[in-house]
């Protein structure tokens, strides 16, 4: 059996900077109609900068829906028509005045399956060349924090570090380096 739900209508109910939010009637597998409420995204990019002293570049900033500042990998969204490496090497330069040399695709992610659109790319950067300090956007303030790999890692079963894409890019890694 299929559980393909089909488009009947869809009203738009707001469409700003960074989202879009939408209710839809759709036909479910069984022929009845049920309502989904969408909040459409362009996605994003997270970018896991490792260092060669095993150093995982990171940047700390307040969230305002969580009301708390959170340590995240740097990341950023998806702008119109941009491919998500692009995406990443401009927020790792912004976000943190670096760059690399080399990026490995990590893969997506969907941080909210149940009723958004966004799709997260994660890469792992090394070869990095640190600038003279960062650009970030002009409604971002944020402060760039170095950390040992391990310690990271050791922060997220300690509960400290509750991002969602900084938690699954770090584990990838972790796997990717143990073999």
């Known amino acids: 059996m299929s559980m393909n739900e089909k488009t009947i209508s869809t009203n738009r109910i707001y469409y ?3 989202i879009g939010v939408r209710n839809d009637t759709v036909e ?3 022929g009845n109609n049920a309502e989904r409420e969408v ?3 362009s996605g994003g990019v997270c ?3 490792l ?3 095993d150093e995982v570049i990171m940047v700390k900033q307040f969230r305002y829906p969580y009301g708390e500042e959170t340590l995240e990998l740097p990341a950023g969204k998806l702008e119109k028509g941009e491919e998500p490496l692009e995406c990443g090497k401009r927020e790792l330069w912004e976000e943190t005045g670096c760059t690399a040399k080399k990026y490995d695709y990590l893969g997506r992610l969907y941080p909210t399956p149940a009723y958004c659109t966004e799709v997260i790319h994660m890469y792992l950067a090394r070869e990095l060349c640190e600038g003279e300090g960062n650009s ?3 409604d971002e303030f944020l402060d760039v924090v170095k950390l040992p790999f391990d310690k990271v890692i050791d922060m997220i079963f300690r509960d400290e570090i509750s991002d969602a894409k900084t ?3 770090m584990l990838k890694v972790k796997i990717l380096l143990n073999n």
Do not use: M, W
């Open 167 to 169: 938690q699954l890019a």
């Open 39 to 41: 909040v459409e995204h």
């Open 28 to 30: 479910l597998p069984n």
């Open 47 to 49: 970018v896991l900068p």
């Open 51 to 53: 260092s060669e002293r």
């Open 16 to 18: 700003g900077r960074i």
């Open 136 to 138: 970030p956007d002009t």
